[in-house]
């Protein structure tokens, strides 16, 4: 398997711009995980979910975020509109559910709001 | 909610042992990771423990103590390699069966 893939590696957009990351989960792999990192904040958790159903969502900054999840390889993480403290590198991880579970990142997008 | 604290830079020399610490409280604690990651690049798993005592794993081991809400990373014979952030999480069965709550990480630098 190729791991998680996530595209764009690199995203620079304008104040007020819609911005689309996507991600391609591990084949089988039943979590998926959108995680953001600043250095101030290090790494925090934006939104997972289990068989494509969104389950926590409380680490969404504000209503400009949304994720969504249609099939169990595809995930999508949208901000509109951007703004430039949304300027960070955005992780997409996927692991299996139950027990002792490791989660495995992709190579992440780093997102540039200038 | 989570509070995960470790120390934020460490230095060590090529070839000695260097434990890096973290300290942890949780309402309900299921399982602690860590991860490297090299700077640009993804986490990449090391280690877990969910039962207290010393995990080894090659030149890494973990150790934790649930009661202390304490763990430390221990990596020895350090290789310039070794350079790279670590990264403390903690996974919370009150939040989630199965998402992590990572500290800001431990910057290593390796020198020679």
């Known amino acids: 398997d190729a791991g998680v893939i996530q595209s764009p590696r690199h995203e620079v957009t304008e104040m007020g711009q819609e911005v689309t990351l996507r991600c391609k989960p591990i084949s089988g792999h039943d979590y998926l995980f959108w995680y953001r990192q600043t250095m101030m904040r290090g790494l925090e958790l934006l939104i997972y979910f289990n068989n494509n159903v969104p389950i926590d969502d409380s680490g969404m900054p504000e209503d400009r975020f949304s994720a969504k999840m249609p099939n169990a390889s595809f995930s999508t993480l949208k901000i509109q509109p951007s703004e430039p403290r949304d300027s960070a590198v955005y992780f997409c991880?996927?692991?299996?559910?139950?027990?002792?579970?490791?989660?495995?990142f992709g190579q992440g997008t780093r997102l540039t709001v200038v | 909610g989570q509070n995960i604290d470790q120390p934020t830079e460490m230095t060590a020399t090529e070839g000695a042992i260097v434990q890096i610490n973290c300290t942890y409280q949780t309402s309900g604690f299921n399982g602690l990771f860590w991860y490297q990651q090299h700077a640009g690049e993804a986490p990449t798993f090391l280690s877990y423990n969910v039962l207290d005592g010393l995990e080894e794993k090659g030149r890494f081991s973990s150790f934790l103590s649930r009661s202390k809400g304490y763990s430390y990373l221990l990596l020895k014979e350090l290789q310039m390699k070794d350079s790279a952030s670590y990264l403390c999480?903690?996974?919370?069965?009150?939040?989630?069966?199965?998402?992590?709550?990572f500290g800001t990480g431990t910057r290593l630098t390796v020198i020679p």
């Open positions: 999480a903690v996974r919370d069965r009150e939040t989630g069966a199965n998402n992590l709550f």
């Open positions: 991880a996927s692991s299996l559910g139950g027990g002792y579970t490791e989660a495995f």
